[in-house]
């Protein structure tokens, strides 16, 4: 099958590849099993030096690296730019840490000698986004390389270029053959590689739906699986909150990467005393966004992805309208290819695709509330649970909302982010599992018990 990837913002088909097929996958398959006993085998200082030199590949290309991300997704410019050098660093990162991570811990009980200790368990499927084409890949890649596993990489159907330059970094690197393979395959051929015996875990970042779908396969398999699924971060501003420093971080989480990311604020839950003041901030500031080119610097908002999923968006947006929630700004689809203006909505209320859906691009939802009880119980009315901030200048207020928040990452007075030294992942239908720090890598270890009496 050929599949034509069309650039977001000229809507012009810029590239055609075609799937591979299954004696393809055959190849890729074999190569793996036999790259794993000779990577794991390596001591792991080794392994840290090939993953410094994946870093710095990464820092030598990243021109070309992020102009491939923006012509594919979408992404500005310098947002790609950052994301190649978080890349870069979490390499260093891991390279730094992996031997604190990885070392064993002794526990003392009755026998001579007691500890756990950390073994790979093999080949580790992943089936990535193309949101964050390049970091996504990395958060799974450099620590399972450095815990010994080997990966298979099946990257977003539209983002083939940012799956083959990762893996042209890491041979140029110098990464054996088979410790890394790409592969270029349907939905249905990826339920036949988390079946393969040769695979011994499997890792997705995506939608709830295809969360499901893997978590099915993988189970049905034995397979260990990590999810990291959809999200509707609530960013809660209590009464104290101030908007000088707020307003800023609200248009920052909400449309950067267009707004198309599972941990950016969707559901802003502001308390009646401050609602008028932060909506008429937040309205002004994120007028001045400006949609444009990806590569243009003066760009500061960027093309949805695909115009099918605008389309979708604006459908959740038109429904909460039809509803009750009124507009404020945006809320209409515009001239380009794929493009969606800064749009927020206000008093959204249950019932509305607003209220209880993620809205996966630059569309903000303002829910009003009377007090700090009824913003946590209106943050924690969601089926989902990835990340939450709270705004406020009583930082032990912040930290008690904080901890009643149901989700895998809570933050108070900063925007949810990933960081390499923090572990990430979420809650009920955000999925399970965690990636990064110390929790990431134990995530595809044998945790083995070993006791000598």
């Known amino acids: 099958m050929t599949v034509e990837i069309t650039n977001p913002w000229t809507g012009q088909v810029d590239y055609r590849y075609d799937y591979i097929d299954a004696a393809a ?5 074999a190569r793996s099993q036999t790259a794993f006993p000779a990577w794991s085998a390596l001591p792991l200082a080794e392994r840290g030096a090939f993953v410094v030199k994946v870093g710095a590949q990464l820092r030598e290309h990243r021109e070309r690296i992020a102009g491939i991300m923006s012509a594919e997704m979408g992404k500005l410019r310098r947002e790609a730019l950052a994301e190649v050098e978080k890349c870069a660093g979490a390499c260093d990162y891991y390279a730094a840490h992996a031997a604190d991570y990885l070392a064993d811990q002794p526990i003392k009980t009755e026998a001579v000698r007691s500890y756990v200790t950390y073994e790979p368990l093999g080949c580790v499927f992943a089936v990535m986004p193309w949101n964050f084409p390049i970091w996504q890949v990395f958060r799974f890649l450099v620590p399972g390389l450095m815990a010994g596993n080997v990966a298979l990489l099946k990257h977003a159907t539209n983002v083939p270029r940012c799956a083959d330059v990762i893996a042209e970094m890491v041979q140029r690197a110098g990464i054996p053959e088979g410790v890394l393979g790409v592969l270029h395959i349907d939905n249905a051929m990826a339920a036949k590689v988390i079946a393969d015996p040769r695979v011994h875990a499997v890792t997705l970042t995506g939608s709830d739906k295809a969360g499901r779908s893997v978590a099915s396969t993988a189970g049905q398999n034995l397979k260990k699986c990590v999810l990291e699924l959809g999200g509707s971060d609530p960013f809660v501003v209590l009464d104290d909150a101030d908007l000088d420093k707020t307003v800023p971080m609200a248009v920052s989480s909400r449309f950067g990467n267009a707004g198309q990311t599972c941990i950016a604020a969707k559901r802003f839950i502001v308390t009646e005393k401050i609602a008028d003041a932060f909506v008429q901030r937040f309205v002004e500031a994120s007028r001045k966004l400006q949609v444009g080119d990806p590569n ?40 380009g290819a794929s493009h969606y203006p800064a749009s927020i909505l206000d008093f959204v209320q249950p019932g509305m695709p607003a209220y209880s859906e993620e809205l996966f691009g630059p569309v903000a939802s303002i829910l009003r509330v009377r007090d700090d009880a009824e913003a946590v119980r209106v943050a924690n ?25 149901r989700a895998g990452a809570c933050f108070v007075n900063a925007i949810v982010r990933s960081d390499v030294r923090l572990p990430f992942g979420g809650t009920k ?7 990064l720090a110390e929790h990431g890598i134990h995530e595809f270890m044998n945790i083995k018990t070993v006791y000598v009496d």
């Open 296 to 335: 243009d610097a003066a760009t500061t908002l960027a093309p949805m992805v695909r115009a099918d999923l605008r389309d979708e968006l604006h459908g959740q947006v038109s429904k909460s309208i039809a509803a009750g929630a009124k507009p404020l700004l945006g809320c209409a689809p515009g001239q």
């Open 381 to 405: 009315d969601t089926s989902f649970g990835l990340g939450a901030s709270v705004w406020t200048t009583d930082k032990a207020r912040g930290e008690a909302v904080a901890r009643q928040l």
């Open 429 to 435: 239908a955000s999925g399970f599992g965690r990636e």
């Open 25 to 29: 996958v055959e190849v890729i398959l």
